[in-house]
Structure formats: C-alpha cells, structure tokens
C-alpha cells in the first residue's frame, strides 16, 4: 500500500483513514496494545497509552507493508 504523501489527493487520504480506523478496532490491534501498555507500565515510561497506541499502530503498518512486498516479490 505504501505510505501517504502530502500532496496525495483527498480521495486517497480517506482510503487510508479508513484502512487505519478498521486496524484500530481489530481484536488483534487491541490486543497488542493492551499488552504493550502493560510492558510500558512496569517499566515506568511517561505517556503509556499514546506510546503504546502508536507502537502497535506502527507494528501493524508495519507489518502490512512487508507482506506487501513479500506478495510483489513473489509475482516478478
């Protein structure tokens, strides 16, 4: 999928808003962070629930982005 530009157009930046709102209702997303916030807890960090909000966040693009390219290096 790749990451968004600035000067995308407004209909792209929807797509991705939507794409983002559906990973942050997912068990899966809710679960990591949820597990993240309790790590950060115990290990004292300022600002655990953003930080660990933005970590999983970050882990699920993240993660997408690799299959992605997995999946294109396997159709050349």
């Not at 000067?7 to 942050?24: F, G, M, S, Y």
């Not at 309790?38 to 993660?63: C, E, G, H, P």
Request: glycine content about 2%; some cysteine.
């Amino acid at each position: 999928m790749g990451y968004p530009k600035y000067d995308t157009p407004e209909e792209e930046v929807k797509r991705w808003l939507n794409h983002i709102a559906l990973i942050c209702v997912s068990e899966e997303f809710q679960s990591l962070k949820r597990e993240l916030e309790s790590l950060y807890i115990k290990s004292n960090m300022d600002n655990v629930r953003i930080t660990a909000f933005q970590d999983a966040l970050y882990a699920f693009l993240v993660q997408e982005e690799d299959e992605y390219r997995v999946s294109q290096f396997r159709s050349c």
